[in-house]
């Protein structure tokens, strides 16, 4: 089975902090996604990666960074935290023989 | 923009109904997958989808392609209360510089009360 396990399932930080979610997949997959996901919005891409070392922005990157640094490593970062990034955030790694993404158990952060 | 309209939204319903969940795009994907979420997890992968006209059973949810691949529906029969969560359609568009990337629908939200 495809194991996606992200850093923390709880987090609260202050607005102004930097904050880092890890996220690690244990299949050897190439591609990893990261997610925010909030009520009435759905799941909404912020980045992604298709090999070590790169990314491509997806719909929502603003106020976000990211690192892959091996490949089964994909850390999201928050350079200045405000409130309204306060969400869900999914990682999600993906098998590419049926195009299908497996998803972490999520890290819900607030941002006071 | 790929557009997965999910319909409907909200869905509450009495144990042992049976209800039917869509997807509906103007885009052809060459696969779709169906999540289910519980509050506070990730979305779980129910199922995958790839042929136009395909049909797939998990015990009591039926899931069927259109035949154009691009509409999806998810049906239950005799809901149970351990059914209730968020269902999520996913369409996968393959090659090129998709890289995998899925188009959500905005989820269903299917309340089952025993």
């Known amino acids: 089975d495809v194991k996606v396990t992200q850093s923390s399932r709880y987090l609260v930080k202050r607005t102004g902090e930097k904050v880092f979610l890890e996220c690690v997949q244990d299949?050897?997959?190439?591609?990893m996604f990261w997610y925010r996901q909030d009520p009435g919005l759905g799941l909404r891409l912020i980045y992604f990666?298709?090999?070590?070392?790169?990314?491509e922005k997806g719909d929502i990157p603003e106020g976000y960074s990211v690192s892959r640094e091996k490949k089964e490593r994909f850390s999201l970062i928050l350079e200045s935290a405000s409130t309204n990034q306060t969400s869900m955030y999914l990682c999600?790694?993906?098998?590419?023989?049926?195009?299908?993404?497996?998803f972490g158990p999520g890290t819900r952060l607030t941002v006071t | 923009t790929q557009l997965l309209e999910q319909s409907p939204q909200f869905l509450s319903i009495q144990e042992g109904e049976n209800l039917t969940v869509y997807c509906n795009s103007s885009?052809?994907?060459?696969?779709l997958q169906w999540y289910r979420q519980e509050p506070g997890e990730g979305p779980v992968l129910l199922v995958t989808?790839?042929?136009?006209?395909e049909v797939k059973k998990l015990k009591r949810l039926t899931f069927q392609f259109g035949d154009a691949r691009k509409d999806s529906s998810l049906h239950i029969t005799a809901a149970q209360p351990g059914d209730t969560g968020l269902y999520l359609c996913?369409?996968?568009?393959?090659?090129?510089?998709?890289?995998?990337?899925?188009?959500f629908g905005q989820g269903t939200i299917l309340t089952v009360h025993p």
């Open positions: 999600a790694s993906l098998t590419t023989s049926r195009y299908e993404q497996y």
């Open positions: 299949m050897d997959h190439e591609n």
């Open positions: 990666s298709y090999d070590v070392k790169m990314k």
């Open positions: 885009s052809v994907f060459s696969s």
């Open positions: 989808v790839v042929t136009g006209g």
């Open positions: 996913a369409g996968a568009h393959a090659g090129g510089t998709s890289y995998g990337k899925l188009t």
